[in-house]
Every structure is written in C-alpha cells, then in structure tokens.
C-alpha cells in the first residue's frame, strides 16, 4: 500500500488545482464583467423619480400623481429611530463591514443548493444595489453582479449616502417608495414625528411589502413587529422599557374613511392636466410643486356642504334596495371572512359607511361593518329605507340580512340607513377680484364618477341667468322700479317660425303689474320675457357674452330670458363675479405657483388689480343690478341667505329649469361669488317640488358660514351715474326723463296700474318730480 499516500498527494493537489481554476475563472469573469458595471458615481447626486404634488394656498397637500410616491429625505432629517430599525432586522453590522455578509451569502448558499426554500443574506448596500441597478430574480449570475456593485458602492458613496439612498429608495406598499411616503400612507403623519412601535411597523416590510401590510394583512405585520421590537432591544437600539411601550402602544393606522387629506380631488386633476400640458411625461418625475388657489378650509366647507346637500335630497327618494346580496355562513369565522369579501368590494365612500346586515326587522336592522365593527339603526334612521323593511318588499329591494347596505351618522349622531346617491352636484368659489379659484367640488365623489360637473357639464342655467337680461335692460332705458305686467303671453307659430309658444310662471300665477325688482325678487318669467323681447334677443346675447358665455350657447330667442341655454358651474362664478367687482370681467385661474424638488420657483402668476381688469360692464350697471340681487337674497326667492347668515351684504339668484331638471343657486358677497348645482347627469325631473331655493340656496349657506367667517361686512358705495329716488336706484338720466316707465301695460286699466307690484311697491316718480329731486344731489 505505499502507492496511498502518493495517490492521497496527487488528489490534494488536484483539489488544490481545482480549486485555483476556480479562483482563476471568478477573477476572470469578474474581471470581465467589472468594466461592464453601470457608473455609480451619479448616485452621489442621488435623484430619484418623484411624483408631481398638488398643494392648496397654505400648503395642504391634495393630490399625488406619478408611478413613485416619494419624499425625498435627506439622511440627517430621518429619526433615528427609524434607521435603527431598518439596521436591527436587515443589516445590524452595516457600519463595520465592507458591503458583504460572507457567512450569510455562504449559509444561503448552501440552503439554495440544498433545494429547500430559497433564502438570501443581502445587506442594505447589496439591496441598494439590486434595487438601482438590477432585477430581483434568484441567479448566481445576478448574485455575480450585485457582488461587484456593492464594493463599487462601498469604495465610491460613504455609508452615510447608502443608508440615505436605502431609506429614499426601498419599496413599502401602498405606492409609497421610501420611509417618508410611507410614514404618510400608513400613519398619515410625517416622518419626523415617528414611534418606535411604528418604527418597528414599517421596518418589516421592505421584505414583503404586500405580506406584511398593517392594513391589508395586520396580524402577520403585528407578529413582524414584535419580532423587530425585538431586535432592536437585542441590539441595544432601545432600552426594555422602550421596547415594553412599544409592544403595548395601539397604531393608528391611516384608513380612507379617517384621512386628514383635503378633499380635492377634482381640484389636483385639474392641476395635472395643466401641468402636464406643459411638462409633458416629465411632470410625473421631476417632483414639481404645485401651489393653488385653493383655500384648505373653504374647500372642505365646499366638499362636506355638497354632499350633505345631495345626500338631504337622497333622503327623500325612493329606496332603490340594498347594493349587493349574500349568504351568511352560519360558522362566525366563516361569515366574518364572508363580510369581509363582499365589503371589500364594496368601500366606504366618505362618511357614507357600507356595511352588511345581519338582523333587519320593521323596527330595527343590525349590521356589521369591514372593522368588525357591529351596531344598530333604528327609529327615524329607518325611515330612508321603509320600503325595503315592508314584508311586502320585492326581492331585489328587500333588506334581510345577507344584504349590502349603506349607513351614515346624521347631525344627532346616530346612524341613518341610506343608499348611494345617483343625483350628481356640483360647486365652485372664487374670488370676485381677482378670479382666484377658493374651493372647487366637480361632484359627490371622484371614484365614482371623475366627470367634473364644474367644468364639463354644460346645463340650463334657468332663473339662475335671469339678472343677465335684466342687466342688459338697464342700457336701454329700464330701470329697477319701471312697470311690468306680469301676465300671460302668447306667441304664434307665424310669431316663433315653428311650434306656438305660451310661457309660464313656476306656479302658474299670474299678479299683474310689478316693478322689475319685485320681477326679479319673486322669479317672475313673464317680466324677464317682456324685458328681453323689448330690447331684443340679439341684444342679450350680445350682452351675455360680456359676462363669458359663449354665444352659441345662448341661441338669440326669447327662452334665453328663461335660461334656455347652456353654461357651466364655473362659467355662472365668473359672471356674477362681474356684478360683485364693479362690472369687470375676471376669468377664473388655479395655479399661483410652480416649484422644483427644491423649492425654486419654475413658475408665479400674480394676478393684475381689478382695476386693470376689462370693464365688461358699466360700473353702474353691476351697481343696479346688484342691489336687485341683494334685494333677492333678502326677501325674494333666496331670502334664506341673509335670514339665516345675518349678514345684509348678500346677493344671488336662485334657478330651476324646466320640469326641475336642473337646480341652482349663483350669488357672491363683494369678495367672494360661488356657485351651487344639483341634477341628474342624464337630465331628468328632480321632483315636483325641488327647486333651486330648496336644493342648491342650501349648500351655498352651509360654505358662506364658513368662508365668510369674520369677514367684515362689505359696504358697497354708488359709483357715478347713480342716484336714488323714491326708495329706489336709478340712471342719472333716466331719473331726469324717466327712461322706460313701463312694460306690457297696454291693457291695464289705470286703476289696476296704481300701487301694483306686490307689498312694498313704490310707483315711479313723475318726469317732473324727478327731475326737481335730481336736482337736491347736485352740488
């Protein structure tokens, strides 16, 4: 056997061979592939994609648009709590080693060829790595690479930079990349203001970002947690008092329904739409800054008057039935999963919970919500879905537990069954000086229907445009106390060209001669009829057009004194803007800045002074008109406004259309016009009874109670060309010759003339008695 050892000699050093081949190749390919290496250096000046971020005035966030929902945060502005939990479960020697964790690749190694689960030893700088540069698969080849970036990172970037690029770069769920937009989208809250619990949270899951979820999936996020708790008492990161607080401290997870966001969605989608009109693909990565006209707090006043005024007019519809039908598995495991599902598919919608019923009866309904939450409706709360309680409901409408329902707390605070919507509103504010939009609600939600009513929908404007001719009117000799018979009118088809006309008054009511500021107080159509069949239809919509409606809207036919043709929300704001201003035309703009990642500023508009503005009207004229718009909201149509915000410096008109398809309400205080409108989007009756006064005038006070919250109130001074006789406003030469006296009063007798108009009345001045009073205002 002395042949052994020699055989024992040649075999060591072939494995010794073997072994420096082996060497020889790696260095080889490494060699080769080392010059083939992306160039990191870049990564010195590390910018990430960031998304395009929409901001009110004072600096609200409203919306995020782009694939990375990212905040930039420089290593010295993350707590350290933070990066001593990412560093106590992914790479607690972070700082010692050179970017490799030789015993961990080594024991992944052998796992991987031992064909149990696929395991891995990456530290943070082989993570940033594969996270800039590389794919995520599971091969040696990739391994290779990631190897070879990593000491490229470690000999170019300090450790300070890779844990910077880490906590910036690392995907967390929820869209959001990196620990700051995370700390937003799960706890609703800055980084900066971070717990170790919730530290603790987020630090598990770079691993399985969906797997361990808090929302979607919070127990298995719950065990991650605490394990990471853990680790980070284990590796002296905090003490075990800190540990104990936070396995005890309850996380506020940020949910749809408990957002502290604006609710301006409609509002950052007009913003992204501008913006990338002008940035193209860009807009979405470069991480602009969007600053809006948009006031935070007038906008929620909007958005939560809008819905409860639609939600009101829901109240009193039929009920249509539940959403949804299931079956309620009589094991409790199994029918909360089966909740669960169906509810899943079913959202809250705002303060418009969905829940599902477990016990109805006539007098009480039990259901239980997504959370596990139960509870009960009853009393006046039953009342919306009555119907749906009756043994005689039809199937499809009958709540009986299984049903998907909807529930929502009303003013007392207890719950209030209801259902969905399917009328749409809309609602706008803007500044009558300078056009700046305040608040902009484009419908009841975003996620159900992302049409924007206060831009898109072009609807009839009814009594709502109705000032328009009367404004007009006054350029050709009317004035607020002229004489108009309020009385039927006639129109043959040889008079029409087409089908014969007989207009009417909402209530079907006729009172005889008034003044056209009673007219206008009392929404008399005959008067405003009369008003634009004496000057012309061709005139008002010349007129019109002063204001911003477009002409072709507004065919010139007599239906245009009704309000026949079409405008948008947006379009009726800058209007009655122009009554607010002193006559001058403002056109309605949103962006006042725009900035960089950095904050320099790419772009400012400042709008000029509304003295510079265009006069589209004599100053005079929004005067008059004005005062006959005050007089609507103080004891005409509107009178509400002023009853119920006792303030006297209030004006507005309200507008129903045809068959109640459409409802209205336009009016300003001098700093501020807004617009208010409830309809369906396939145009149909609203009911018999809705009007402009009882659906829109509401939600126009509900967002005046708070935007004009110490405001002081307006003192609007004459303007020159005015002056005012016999308790009325007039043109100064109108006041010496008596302009036009009256309307339509052909076949009034004088007896039936004298002192008509409804209470109140003042018959107008003689020619000579006017002239002798004008004369008492000259100097």
């Given amino acids: 056997m002395h042949w052994l050892p020699r055989s024992i000699f040649w075999l060591f050093g072939l494995l010794i061979a073997g072994v420096l081949a082996a060497v020889l190749a790696v260095a080889v390919a490494l060699a080769m592939a080392y010059p083939n290496l992306p160039d990191v250096s870049e990564l010195a000046d590390y910018r990430p ?26 290593i010295k502005e993350i707590p350290k709590v933070m990066t001593d939990a990412v560093l106590a479960i992914e790479d607690t020697r972070f700082f010692e080693h050179g970017g490799v964790d030789y ?13 149990v689960k696929s395991q891995g030893a990456s530290t943070i700088t082989m993570q940033v790595a594969r996270n800039v540069y590389l794919s995520s698969e599971k091969t040696y080849t990739r391994k290779i690479y990631e ?18 690029i880490y ?46 979820n808090p ?48 609710h301006a969605e409609y509002i950052a989608e007009m913003a992204r739409q501008l913006i990338f009109a002008q940035y193209g693909n860009d807009a979405y990565t470069r991480g602009l800054n969007v600053y809006t006209t948009l006031n935070a707090g007038e906008q929620e ?19 249509r039935g539940p959403e949804k039908f299931i079956n309620l598995p009589s094991n409790a495991q199994e029918r909360e999963d089966a909740i669960d599902d169906v509810l899943a598919n079913h959202p809250d919608n705002g303060d418009v919970i969905a829940a599902v019923v477990l016990d109805a009866s006539p007098r009480k309904i039990t259901v239980a919500r997504a959370d596990g939450e139960h509870f009960d409706i009853t009393g006046d709360g039953l009342k919306p879905v009555e119907s749906g309680l009756s043994p005689k409901a039809p199937p499809n409408t009958k709540i009986r537990p299984g049903a998907v329902i909807r529930a929502v707390k009303n003013a007392k605070g207890s719950w209030e069954a209801t259902q969905l919507p399917e009328v749409e509103g809309a609602f706008v504010a803007m500044s009558t000086q300078t056009g700046a939009i305040r608040a902009l609600v484009g419908g009841f939600d975003f996620e159900k229907n992302k049409f924007n009513h206060v831009t898109q929908a072009w609807r009839q404007p009814g009594s709502s445009f109705k000032p328009i001719i009367y404004s007009a009117s006054l350029e050709h000799g ?62 008002g919509q010349e007129w019109a057009t002063r204001f911003g409606f477009e002409a072709a809207k507004q065919p010139a036919y007599l239906t245009m004194a009704l309000g026949a043709g079409s405008v948008t929300p947006l379009q009726m704001a800058g209007a009655y803007s122009v009554f607010a201003n002193g006559g001058h035309r403002v056109n309605p703009w949103l962006i006042a800045r725009v900035t960089d990642h950095k904050g320099r500023v790419l772009s400012e508009f400042t709008p000029p002074p509304v003295a510079e503005l265009p006069q589209a009207i004599p100053a005079r004229n929004a005067f008059l008109t004005g005062t006959m718009l005050n007089d609507v909201a103080r004891v005409g149509t509107a009178a509400k406004a002023q009853a119920t915000l006792k303030r ?69 001074q004459a303007p020159p060309g005015v002056v005012s006789m016999g308790g009325d406003w007039y043109y100064e030469e109108n006041a010496r010759t008596g302009g036009a006296g009256s309307l339509g009063m052909e076949s009034v007798a004088p007896s039936e003339g004298a002192g008509a108009g409804g209470a109140g009345a003042t018959p107008p001045p003689a020619a000579e008695e006017r002239s002798r009073i004008l004369d008492l205002f000259r100097n």
């Fill in 478 to 539: 009317f004035s607020p106390a002229t004489m108009i018979n309020d009385a039927p009118i006639f129109f043959s088809s040889a008079q029409t060209g087409g089908q014969p006309w007989e207009p009417k008054n909402y209530d079907g009511t006729y009172a005889g001669p008034m003044t056209m500021r009673t007219g206008l107080n009392k929404s008399k159509n005959m008067i405003s009829i009369r008003l634009l069949q004496a000057i012309g239809a061709k005139t």
């Fill in 167 to 212: 906590m910036n770069q690392i995907f967390l769920g929820n869209r959001a990349y990196g620990f700051a937009a995370a700390s937003e989208a799960y706890f609703g809250h800055p980084l900066k203001d971070i717990t170790v619990a919730e530290a603790a949270m987020l630090a598990g899951l770079p691993k399985a970002p969906s797997a361990y």
């Fill in 648 to 716: 006297p410096d209030l004006y507005g008109k309200t507008g129903t259309t045809n068959d109640s398809v459409d409802a209205w309400f336009a009016g300003y205080q001098p700093t501020l016009a807004a617009v208010s409108w409830i309809g369906y989007d396939t145009p149909r009756n609203l009911g018999s009874r809705e009007t402009g006064g009882g659906l829109s005038l509401p939600i126009w006070i509900s967002f005046m109670q708070h935007a004009l919250k110490g405001v002081p109130v307006a003192e609007v």
């Fill in 103 to 115: 015993k961990g690749m080594l024991r992944a190694a052998l796992a991987n060829l031992g064909k």
């Fill in 147 to 164: 190897i070879l970036l990593t000491f490229k990172l470690e000999h170019t970037l300090t450790k300070e930079q890779i844990l910077e």
């Fill in 49 to 74: 994609k960031l998304p395009l971020r929409v901001y009110s005035s004072e600096g609200a966030l409203l919306g995020e648009f782009g694939e990375e929902r990212r905040t930039l945060t420089p």
């Fill in 301 to 319: 006043a909007a958005y939560k008057a809008l819905r409860e005024g639609i939600m009101n007019y829901e109240r009193r519809q039929k009920y």
């Fill in 215 to 262: 929302i979607s999936n919070p127990k298995r996020a719950r065990v991650r947690q605490m394990y990471i708790i853990d680790r980070m008492e284990e590796n002296g990161f905090i003490t075990a008092e800190q540990a104990k607080q936070a396995r005890e401290e309850p996380l506020k997870l940020r949910t749809t329904s408990n957002s502290t966001r604006v």
